[in-house]
Antibody, heavy 117, light 107 residues
Framework: QMQLQESGPGLVKPSQTLSLTCTVS??????????WSWIRQHPGKGLEWIGYIFDTGGTYYNPSLKSRVVIAADSSKNQFSLKLTSVTAADTAVYYC?????????WGQGTLVTVSS | EIVLTQSPATLSLSPGERATLSCRASQSVNSYLAWYQQKPGQAPRLLIYDASNRATGTPARFSGSGSGTDFTLTISSLEPEDFAVYYCQQRSDWPLTFGGGTKVEIK
């Protein structure tokens, strides 16, 4: 059964770059038909889709974050990653990676990233 | 951006009662709407996709209906494990968006 696991620093300083990796097990990210997403949830708030990468390597980002986001994939490691630049306290959130096939059917457990000096 | 408005914000019910949750879209999303359940400290879990299709493992007491702009998630008889927050999400247009959530709490 496929599983996703986020990893990366839990604390990032303001103006720096947030970098997270999602490791996929139990299946290949190169399998056609899936989109590999990042989603975040501010403390006590709702869900915000950040963007995704297709199996072909194409990407689509939420316009609200587009200027600061890069999502990439490394098929050799079966991972995909998120980079969010110039972070502020408003980027403090739980970050989830998820597989999208008609809906977000498989999620990682999430990782809390706090932006603070 | 398609805005999804969920109502009510909080639903206070007792186990065994029927729960009816609403999600309204600011423009048509056809049937491209999903429902998720989230419990404290956990990732969301997919319940329903494409408005009315139960995801693998979703109990039959959960059902989804609607199309266009108005959607409903119904829990026919609440079990203790169903008290949680529920979100709707559309995939009709980019950016993908979520509703603000409905909390189903024990009365």
């Amino acid at each position: 059964q496929m599983q996703l696991q986020e990893s990366g620093p839990g604390l990032v300083k303001p103006s720096q770059t947030l970098s997270l990796t999602c490791t996929v097990s139990g299946g290949s990210i190169s399998t056609g038909g899936y989109y590999w997403s990042w989603i975040r949830q501010h403390p006590g708030k709702g869900l915000e889709w950040i963007g995704y990468i297709f199996d072909t390597g194409g990407t689509y980002y939420n316009p609200s974050l587009k200027s600061r986001v890069v999502i990439a994939a490394d098929s050799s490691k079966n991972q995909f990653s998120l980079k969010l630049t110039s972070v502020t306290a408003a980027d403090t959130a739980v970050y989830y990676c998820a597989r999208d096939e008609d809906a977000f059917d498989i999620w990682g457990q999430g990782t809390l990233v706090t932006v603070s000096s | 951006e398609i805005v999804l408005t969920q109502s009510p914000a909080t639903l206070s019910l007792s186990p065994g009662e029927r729960a009816t949750l609403s999600c309204r879209a600011s423009q048509s999303v056809n049937s491209y709407l999903a429902w998720y359940q989230q419990k404290p400290g956990q990732a969301p879990r997919l319940l329903i996709y494409d408005a009315s299709n139960r995801a693998t493992g979703t109990p039959a007491r959960f059902s989804g209906s609607g199309s266009g702009t108005d959607f409903t998630l119904t829990i026919s008889s609440l079990e203790p494990e169903d008290f949680a927050v529920y979100y709707c999400q559309q995939r009709s247009d980019w950016p993908l968006t979520f509703g603000g959530g409905t909390k189903v709490e024990i009365k």
